[in-house]
Structure formats: structure tokens, C-alpha cells
């Protein structure tokens, strides 16, 4: 069976917790995120070209992660534009706050094993207001990392056992290929 005919079988829900849901369609299995949720992910940069990236524990992981900042996009504010979500994020996590924010487009992270996706958002003009640091339990590390020093920077991080979320490609690229 294709992967193309696969999506003329019906989808079966699986299990469905809280916030996912495990669907089986065909001999494929994944994941979605309940309520057609998405995400916000910003890349931010100060008036001294340092990004601006979170480091979190992720449970999945087993570990801490080095992040782009994102969130969710209409969790608690259903509706609200993924400007707005990814400003609220923004501040939130990293206590910056943008004077603009700008969509640079809609991308799928695991396209082959969940449906969610993520619009990648550009914060210009950011001004420190606050500790950030998340909500809750979340005890998120800022980091301020100069443009010329992010691949050195990861490198220190995966030494030291953090994981990196596949988003933080967009950084890496140039020293990749």
C-alpha cells in the first residue's frame, strides 16, 4: 500500500488523551494535536546580533533542550492572530518583547510522524522587559548567543548532553553544508 493510498483509507482514532491524539489510517500510524492547535516559533535577534534561544528539560527527551522560543497559538486565546501568540511567547519565555513581528511562513517539523506545524515568526526590534524564564514549572534558560558564535555555542551544548531541536537547523545551516 502507498503512502498516497493510505489517505483514501478512513482515519481511526487510536487513543486520545488531553492534548493528542494517536490516529492510524491505513498502515500508518501518528500523532495530532487535539482542537487543530498549532505553534509559534521565533527567531529573535538584539540591536548586538545575539539570538536570543531557551533552554528547557523536555520529558520526551529525558533531557534539556537548546530552542528556538515558541508556543502555542490559540491554547488559551482562541482566535488569536500567530503574531500575537508568538509576542505573548516571546515575552514570556525570554522577557523580550518585539516592536514588530513579522510571519516568514508555515513549516512541518516530523511531517511523517505528527500534523502539526508551525509558522516561524522574525522578532525585530526587541527590548528587554522582564525575567522570562516561561510559566509555571517550565524553568527556561535564555541564552544570548553573538550570530558568528552559534555553531560553537551548540557544539558546547551537545558536549554537555543538551539535545537540539531540529528548528535550530535554521541556524546551523551555513556551517552545515
Do not use: C
Amino acid at each position: 500500500m502507498t503512502a498516497e493510498s493510505n489517505a483514501s483509507e478512513p482515519a481511526q482514532t487510536m487513543w486520545a488523551g488531553r492534548f493528542i491524539t494517536a490516529i492510524k489510517q491505513g498502515n500508518w500510524e501518528y500523532v495530532a494535536r487535539r482542537g487543530g492547535i498549532e505553534a509559534a516559533v521565533i527567531v529573535a535577534f538584539d540591536a548586538q546580533d545575539r539570538v536570543v534561544l531557551v533552554e528547557q528539560y523536555r520529558v520526551p527527551l529525558g533531557r534539556r533542550s537548546l530552542e528556538l522560543p515558541a508556543g502555542l497559538v490559540g491554547d488559551d486565546h482562541a482566535g488569536e492572530p500567530v503574531t500575537d501568540a508568538a509576542g505573548r511567547e516571546l515575552e514570556e519565555e525570554t522577557g523580550y518583547r518585539a516592536g514588530r513581528m513579522e510571519e516568514l511562513g508555515f513549516f512541518h517539523a516530523s511531517p511523517g510522524m505528527v500534523t502539526e506545524g508551525f509558522t516561524l515568526v522574525r522578532a525585530h526590534d526587541i527590548v528587554k522587559v522582564g525575567d522570562g524564564g516561561g510559566a509555571g514549572d517550565e524553568e527556561i534558560e535564555v541564552h544570548l548567543v553573538p550570530r558568528a558564535e552559534i555553531a560553537a555555542f551548540v557544539a558546547a551544548k551537545r558536549a554537555q548532553g543538551v539535545a537540539m531541536d531540529v528548528k535550530m537547523l535554521l541556524l546551523l545551516a551555513d556551517a552545515l553544508i
